[in-house]
């Protein structure tokens, strides 16, 4: 379906805007919501009452949180919808707005991604299941690094450069919760489950992404610098099967998802340019250009010694800092990945700039588990 | 010894006798898919619905696949980190469980390991509450 939509009615970002990604502080949701909201319509060079959706992705927030928010642009009476999806919440909402946007129901549409960390439960709390360990996340992403080491041959020290590198991408990005160059050495410091230290995983904190996509009526009739667009060519969003015991999940999902996305962009891993990934942890940067089909299965490590995913190597993957350096506020994330991908299609990265960007792939992955992806490919 | 009782019920029995192991609930549905832990709920191989699904008993034996400590969370002497390990049981699942040791470099991938019930506090009748953790054969 998402194939025909989105060639017979064409989405494309016309404008994007964030707030900076940042520890928990006493600023309301509502500040910075707004602040991504109004630069993203800066950006677009469109007033409010032009949107006629809005797609709002949480996941910490609680019931609701939409109207409050965006009430203070002008309470236009436009359509407003929550969407929770774990840490693919925000690419969800976008892949939304993209959706409604193609099916015609409307011709400019709003994703925007917005939370603050805080206590939250998920849906396994109350599953009806009992569990007979139950560690945070990192221990099962501890053990996934592992698992890698020992299969591959793979030194904790090899895999840990994903975070040099994301933390040095995240430096040129005033948008990054962290934006502090570290050498190996310091990312080798604070273990904190099995061989991951604390540099090696995301920090958790608060922070707003939005993106404005427009059919191309909408473009043509509000005047729209087109050149300045990105246009959507796939989305896709899958949840985790049955894989066996010898498979790994989160990359066998990544893999059929992605696959997909090729299949609908008519493309293939070699013609992408530039990639934002869920690198929650270091090792996932690994498994997921894997996946990808950047490089081979447990050829990560040497993909990235190499520079192949540095600024300027055959495909810049997560140029933004990507979730380790530019941080990972849930909401907001899989829509801060569409702005940057954007940002580099346009050409306008400053010092992150993916020379000769066409095609870029944002991609995130929320626990449950589900895997959402995006291609969008630039058109001037 | 004061009467044992199950800190998840659901998950693995409580012999009568101390000496004797624990063994591991798990599901099986009439299609052939196992799993655990176990649940009523449905297939999600098949779709089958409760009426397909039987809870088994599992031998809580395999071998260690892999592990990590958490130096976030404690182990129950207080101040070693708390090592996590997955499990590749004798019935070909993998299960991710607590590895009940007070010192990671006794352990090494590939090595054979059982549950054991370790006490963890007593309910409100005074009864000693178990969970399952895993050892090494041969203790740790």
Known sequence: ?380 | MSQRIAKKKTLFTVPESPTERPSLLGGRCSCGYLFFPPHRFGCEVCGAGPEAINIIEMAATGLLKTFAASHRQIHSDGHSPLIFGLVFLDNGLTILGAIDTDDEKKLHIGQRVHGVLAPCGLDDQGRTIVDCLFVPEGGA
């Open chain 1, 1 to 380: 379906m998402a194939i025909t939509l989105l060639r017979q009615r064409p989405v494309y970002v016309i404008g994007i805007g964030l707030h900076r990604y940042q520890k928990t502080s006493q600023k309301s949701y509502v500040e910075l919501g707004l602040t991504a909201v109004r630069e993203a319509l800066v950006d677009a060079r469109i007033s409010w009452t032009d949107v006629e959706s809005a797609y709002v992705g949480n996941a910490i927030l609680g019931m609701a949180p939409g109207r409050p928010m965006l009430r203070h642009l002008g309470a236009s009476g436009l359509s407003i919808t929550h969407i929770e999806n774990a840490s693919a919440s925000g690419s969800t909402a976008f892949r939304q707005a993209c959706l409604e946007v193609a099916s015609g129901v409307c011709d400019v549409s709003l994703a925007i991604g917005v939370d603050k960390i805080g206590a939250t439960l998920t849906g396994r709390s109350w599953d009806g299941t009992e569990h007979l360990a139950s560690p945070s996340p990192l221990v099962g992403f501890a053990l996934l690094t592992k698992m890698y080491m020992d299969r591959y041959g793979v030194s904790i020290e090899k895999i840990a450069e994903v975070a040099v590198k994301n933390h040095g991408n995240a430096a040129d990005n005033p948008y990054a919760q962290f934006q502090k160059r570290r050498t190996l050495e310091e990312v080798m410091k604070s273990p904190v489950a099995g061989p991951l230290t604390r540099l090696q995983c995301c920090p958790f904190g608060e922070g707003a992404a939005a993106a404005i996509v427009a059919s191309e009526e909408a473009v043509e009739r509000l005047n729209i610098n087109s050149s300045r667009n990105a246009q959507v060519i796939a989305s896709v969003l899958r949840s985790e099967r049955v894989y066996g015991p010898e498979k790994n999940m989160i990359v066998e999902l990544t893999r059929e998802t992605a696959k997909q996305a090729f299949d609908q962009a008519r493309i293939g891993p070699d013609d992408l340019d530039v990639v934002e990934l869920h690198d929650a942890f270091t090792v996932e940067e690994l498994l997921y250009t894997e996946a990808l089909g950047l490089c081979e299965e447990g050829k990560g490590a040497e993909f990235l010694a190499e520079g192949r995913s540095r600024i300027g190597g055959q495909c810049a993957v997560s140029p933004s800092g990507g979730l380790i350096g530019m941080g990972h506020p849930f909401g907001p994330t899989g829509v801060g990945q569409i702005a940057e991908i954007t940002r580099q299609l346009r050409g306008e990265a400053g010092p992150r700039q993916q020379p000769q960007a066409h095609i870029g792939l944002a991609h995130m992955v929320g626990i449950g588990q589900v895997c959402v992806i995006h291609i969008l490919r630039r058109l001037r």
